[in-house]
């Protein structure tokens, strides 16, 4: 493996250092690499809500480390607890679809008992926001390995939005598939599109890929049902924001589109993701609230407008993909197959490891 390559799969979007939440702007990328360190957990929420964090684990991940911060606040409050608990609920609602955020403040809070003293929660939450991220990257080596184990050697792979280790506490979901598969040799060529309206996959997974040194061809989205159609694809690989526990998937807006072409060509379509992501409280995909985010995402590019003045605009950041689609939904504790009500529900029933 070359250093890059080492590099790559060492690589942290977001890191919890001297008291302060460091993460790499996502919104500067690819053509600015640059740090900002957030000492507020209201920057942190920001953040968030603007995408220079974003991908459902690493939501996630900020959203822990948000909580600390504003433990460290009100350390000296009379109320600390229910400050606390006020912005654990701000954090939580900062973006409404990635399961993860909302999943990693409810494993932080559960642990504020009210006979700790503030500073020993700011310890306790320290040390498990520290794991969630920890816990992240190890789930997705263990989603590398199962989903290399899916593809046949020499295959070409379509993958949509970014799913590196810029969307996830580290090494990545569908992009540890990628990764380990080439590293195994069984993945030849990468086929990543551009992701509209706001080029997660053309600034960030191009980036990520190509630092990695993996063969990759970008393109646009509506190139899609073309490539695929020329037989070279051999399989789809997209992550997840929420799966519901009959498998129905929301990911970024477009993936629908990629399940439906993929059926069309006989191209089996995979989901990879934590099973942090998987929602059991939903029973289908009808009940995931879908972000709707602000029209200018769409209307305008980098500032400019591109796009006639006073035309509507639709922008849903997310759609869903009916469980009927998915081949496989590969998680750190195995693959779910088809009928997925049933493999998701022995797959959460069964204990990590
Ligand atoms: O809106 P974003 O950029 O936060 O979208 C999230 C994504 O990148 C994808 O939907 C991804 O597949 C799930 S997160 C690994």
Same mark, same amino acid.
């Given at each position: 493996?070359?250093?890059?390559?080492?590099?790559?799969?060492?690589?942290?979007?977001?890191?919890?250092?001297?008291?302060?939440?460091?993460?790499?702007?996502? +919104?500067?990328?690819?053509?600015?690499?640059?740090?900002?360190?957030?000492?507020?957990?209201?920057?942190?929420?920001?953040?968030?809500?603007?995408?220079?964090?974003?991908?459902?684990?690493?939501?996630?991940?900020?959203?822990?480390?948000?909580?600390?911060?504003?433990?460290?606040?009100?350390?000296?409050?009379?109320?600390?607890?229910?400050?606390?608990?006020?912005?654990?609920?701000?954090?939580?609602?900062?973006?409404?679809?990635?399961?993860?955020?909302?999943?990693?403040?409810?494993?932080?809070?559960?642990?504020?008992?009210?006979?700790?003293?503030?500073?020993?929660?700011?310890?306790?939450?320290?040390?498990?926001?520290?794991?969630?991220?920890?816990?992240?990257?190890?789930?997705?080596?263990?989603?590398?390995?199962?989903?290399?184990?899916?593809?046949?050697?020499?295959?070409?792979?379509?993958?949509?939005?970014?799913?590196?280790?810029?969307?996830?506490?580290?090494?990545? +979901?569908?992009?540890?598939?990628?990764?380990?598969?080439?590293?195994?040799?069984?993945?030849?060529?990468?086929?990543?599109?551009?992701?509209?309206?706001?080029?997660?996959?053309?600034?960030?997974?191009?980036?990520?890929?190509?630092?990695?040194?993996?063969?990759?061809?970008?393109?646009?989205?509506?190139?899609?049902?073309?490539?695929?159609?020329?037989?070279?694809?051999?399989?789809?690989?997209?992550?997840?924001?929420?799966?519901?526990?009959?498998?129905?998937?929301?990911?970024?807006?477009?993936?629908?589109?990629?399940?439906?072409?993929?059926?069309?060509?006989?191209?089996?379509?995979?989901?990879?993701?934590?099973?942090?992501?998987?929602?059991?409280?939903?029973?289908?995909?009808?009940?995931?609230?879908?972000?709707?985010?602000?029209?200018?995402?769409?209307?305008?590019?980098?500032?400019?407008?591109?796009?006639?003045?006073?035309?509507?605009?639709?922008?849903?950041?997310?759609?869903?993909?009916?469980?009927?689609?998915?081949?496989?939904?590969?998680?750190?504790?195995?693959?779910?197959?088809?009928?997925? +009500?049933?493999?998701?529900?022995?797959?959460?029933?069964?204990?990590?490891?």
């Amino acid at each position: 493996m070359s250093t890059t390559a080492i590099e790559t799969t060492t690589f942290r979007c977001i890191e919890w250092a001297d008291e302060t939440v460091k993460l790499i702007d996502q +919104t500067r990328l690819p053509t600015e690499e640059v740090w900002l360190e957030l000492h507020d957990y209201r920057d942190v929420i920001e953040a968030i809500k603007s995408l220079r964090v974003r991908g459902a684990p690493a939501i996630g991940v900020a959203g822990a480390y948000a909580l600390v911060l504003a433990a460290q606040e009100f350390v000296n409050e009379p109320d600390f607890t229910h400050r606390l608990s006020i912005s654990a609920d701000e954090i939580a609602d900062a973006r409404p679809t990635g399961a993860n955020l909302a999943w990693a403040i409810r494993r932080m809070t559960a642990l504020v008992q009210s006979i700790d003293s503030p500073k020993q929660v700011i310890e306790k939450l320290t040390a498990e926001s520290l794991l969630i991220q920890r816990e992240d990257e190890e789930a997705n080596r263990r989603i590398g390995q199962f989903g290399a184990d899916l593809l046949s050697n020499g295959s070409s792979v379509l993958t949509h939005c970014n799913t590196g280790a810029l969307a996830t506490g580290g090494y990545g +979901t569908a992009f540890g598939v990628i990764h380990t598969a080439w590293s195994q040799g069984k993945v030849k060529h990468v086929y990543a599109t551009e992701t509209r309206p706001l080029l997660q996959g053309a600034r960030l997974t191009a980036w990520e890929l190509v630092r990695a040194g993996i063969d990759t061809t970008l393109l646009p989205d509506s190139a899609a049902g073309m490539i695929m159609c020329q037989g070279i694809i051999h399989a789809v690989i997209t992550g997840a924001d929420r799966i519901a526990a009959n498998g129905d998937t929301a990911n970024k807006i477009g993936t629908y589109t990629l399940a439906v072409l993929a059926k069309e060509q006989g191209i089996p379509f995979y989901i990879a993701a934590p099973t942090t992501t998987i929602d059991m409280s939903l029973p289908s995909g009808e009940q995931i609230v879908i972000e709707q985010r602000n029209p200018d995402e769409v209307t305008h590019l980098r500032g400019s407008r591109i796009a006639a003045a006073g035309v509507s605009v639709y922008n849903a950041a997310f759609d869903v993909t009916p469980a009927e689609l998915i081949a496989g939904i590969i998680t750190e504790r195995g693959v779910s197959k088809k009928p997925h +009500t049933k493999s998701l529900k022995t797959l959460m029933e069964r204990a990590d490891g």
